[in-house]
């Protein structure tokens, strides 16, 4: 499923208290759109990494009280509850790498999946269980889980989506140079996926299961970060190399000069209609990304205006790009002219 999907399941599966895990290769967000969802339903997270867990933790600490039973004081063990765990209000208590814990840990939450309590614990209405762990086949540190715990969840399958992760970059602050670039090399979001069964993919699949660095949705975000902070050029190819690895920050830089090549765009939206249109893809992705996160309600007309002299999968782009920054764009007058025109791409 892709996230908008998971997104969605969750927030039904949530409601029902219906436990749910998520499978899916490292990097890819599975924890994020978890969050996502507490934060759309305005209600807490609590993040539990199982695999830093012994079994005693998840019951607490046992304690000895006195009391009086007859003439005698006999001692009795009560079991504290670990802070941790929620005694009030409402959330998601995220299991998060629940097959990686040790067995004896993930049978230690057994009735807390279930039965929604631990010994003298009981989980308040208010919270919903969600659990997720990586694929054994991504050489992520697993362990197998019994099919007593698998039962007990319903289980989605997280897919990376180009056109997810390109709607949650333009609102989160990552860098226009990387958005640009995943546009144009879309197959390098996620390298840990498995294009076809040739068995030359089979081969870069497990080749790059050994590499130290890959690229992943996770990564690229850790690669924004370093890309705002313009770091000199005499670094620039290794800092990315340890990033996403020496292939992708090998394309990545090859676009940089691109990008880097681009007219002044303020100059450009100078003169919409008469400024050059440039032909080769690459470029053509770095201008729609680069115009779009420009694009504010005083300029919008002559944006468009260049827009308008674009092919038409690049105006799309700019346009769809530059209302996901910035809803008010869909206020102005030359949005809608554009909008009413093109409504069957752009919905």
């Given at each position: 499923m892709r996230p908008s999907q998971?997104?969605?399941?969750?927030?039904?599966?949530?409601?029902?208290?219906?436990?749910?895990?998520?499978?899916g290769s490292p990097g890819v967000g599975k924890s994020q759109v978890v969050?996502?969802?507490a934060d759309k339903l305005g209600i807490e997270m609590i993040d539990l990494r199982l695999s830093q867990l012994d079994p005693v933790d998840l019951r607490g600490v046992p304690s000895v009280d006195k009391e009086k039973v007859g003439k005698k004081e006999v001692g009795k063990t009560?079991?504290?509850?670990?802070?941790?765990?929620?005694?009030?209000?409402?959330?998601?208590?995220?299991?998060?790498?629940?097959?990686?814990?040790a067995q004896a840990t993930q049978?230690?939450?057994?009735?807390?999946?279930?039965d929604r309590k631990l010994g003298d614990y009981e989980l308040p209405d208010g919270w919903a269980m969600v659990a997720a762990g990586n694929r054994s086949t991504d050489r992520a540190i697993v362990n197998q889980m019994s099919t007593a715990l698998k039962n007990r969840f319903t289980h989605l399958n997280y897919e990376v989506n180009n056109e997810d992760w390109c709607e949650w970059a333009l609102t989160h602050n990552i860098a226009i140079?990387?958005?640009?670039?995943?546009?144009?090399?879309?197959?390098l979001l996620n390298e840990f996926e498995q294009r076809n069964e040739t068995k030359e993919?089979?081969?870069r699949v497990q080749r790059l299961k050994d590499a130290q660095a890959f690229a992943t949705p996770r990564s690229w975000e850790f690669m924004s970060k370093v890309v705002q902070q313009q770091p000199s050029p005499d670094i620039e190819y290794e800092l990315y190399s340890g990033i996403?690895?020496?292939?992708?920050?090998?394309?990545?830089?090859?676009?940089?000069?691109?990008?880097?090549?681009?007219?002044?765009?303020?100059?450009?939206?100078?003169?919409?209609?008469?400024?050059?249109?440039?032909?080769?893809?690459?470029?053509?992705?770095?201008?729609?990304?680069?115009?779009?996160?420009?694009?504010?309600p005083d300029n919008m007309e002559r944006v468009v205006k260049y827009a308008l002299r674009m092919p038409a999968e690049f105006q799309v782009l700019l346009v769809k790009d530059a209302v996901t920054r910035d809803n008010a764009l869909t206020n102005t007058k030359s949005f809608n002219e554009w909008a009413a025109k093109n409504s069957n791409v752009l919905f």
């Open positions: 998971v997104t969605q399941a969750l927030e039904y599966l949530i409601k029902a208290k219906q436990p749910v895990m998520l499978h969050k996502q969802v009560n079991w504290n509850v670990p802070s941790f765990l929620p005694t009030e209000g409402k959330g998601i208590l995220f299991l998060d790498e629940i097959n990686s814990a049978a230690a939450a057994y009735q807390l999946v279930l140079e990387v958005l640009g670039f995943i546009r144009f090399r879309p197959m993919e089979k081969e996403v690895g020496e292939g992708c920050a090998a394309e990545f830089m090859g676009y940089l000069k691109y990008y880097r090549n681009l007219p002044n765009l303020d100059a450009l939206l100078m003169a919409p209609d008469k400024a050059k249109v440039p032909e080769e893809p690459a470029v053509l992705y770095a201008l729609s990304t680069g115009l779009a996160a420009k694009a504010t």
